[in-house]
């Protein structure tokens, strides 16, 4: 019996050290190695100084600014560490009223546009989390943004072409825009 009670906790030391220690350093080696913008968690920098990454989405509620996808997390939005979806389905009225609450605040701080609301700016995405939204979602918003800023259409345009990201491989997803390095564009147009 004490025999197999060695090799048992043998084997679990020996186990540890090689799942608990060796695999995740060699992994995180290999990630520095392969991928350090990736694996230092895709930082988008400004004036030398980390402002967020292109991974988890910011909230931007200011008119001058392209609004993404709502957070599902909480207490706060864009919370990593509260990544999950609202689990509210389609006929739940607190979804409905949510999303009408939303779709009320994007008229508010844009009255005349009557265009239909893209479906991205107001449903949250199951991890809550998103950093992208779609070009439709973008192109709802350029004219307010324009207006705000005081700039030509054209040139917010030029920004949101510029931004704007393909399809992964040519054929994978659909084409987006990171919302928090279009605003920092933005923010660059003197």
């Not at 988008?44 to 957070?71: C, H, M, T």
């Not at 949510?98 to 893209?118: F, M, S, Y």
């Not at 350029?142 to 345009?157: E, F, I, K, S, T």
Request: charged fraction near 15%; glycine fraction near 8%.
């Amino acid at each position: 019996m004490s025999r197999l009670v060695r090799n048992a906790v043998s084997m679990l030391l020996v186990m540890t050290v090689i799942t608990g220690f060796a695999y995740p350093l060699l992994a995180t080696g290999v990630a520095q190695v392969l991928f350090p913008h990736q694996a230092n968690g895709s930082l988008i920098e400004k004036n030398g100084k980390p402002v967020g990454s292109a991974l988890i989405g910011q909230s931007f509620d200011d008119p001058k600014y392209f609004w993404g996808r709502p957070s599902a997390t909480a207490p706060q939005p864009y919370n990593g560490t509260a990544s999950n979806g609202s689990n509210q389905g389609p006929t739940n009225p607190a979804l409905r009223d949510a999303v009408q609450q939303r779709i009320d605040a994007l008229r508010k701080v844009d009255p005349g546009n009557t265009a239909p609301v893209p479906a991205d700016l107001v449903m949250a995405s199951g991890s809550g989390l998103d950093p992208e939204i779609s070009p439709a979602a973008v192109q709802y918003q350029v004219a307010r943004v324009a207006r705000v800023r005081h700039l030509d259409v054209a040139q917010v345009q030029e920004l949101v072409a510029q931004s704007t990201q393909g399809r992964q491989l040519g054929f994978l997803g659909e084409p987006r825009v990171n919302v928090l390095a279009l605003n920092l564009a933005l923010d660059g147009v003197k």
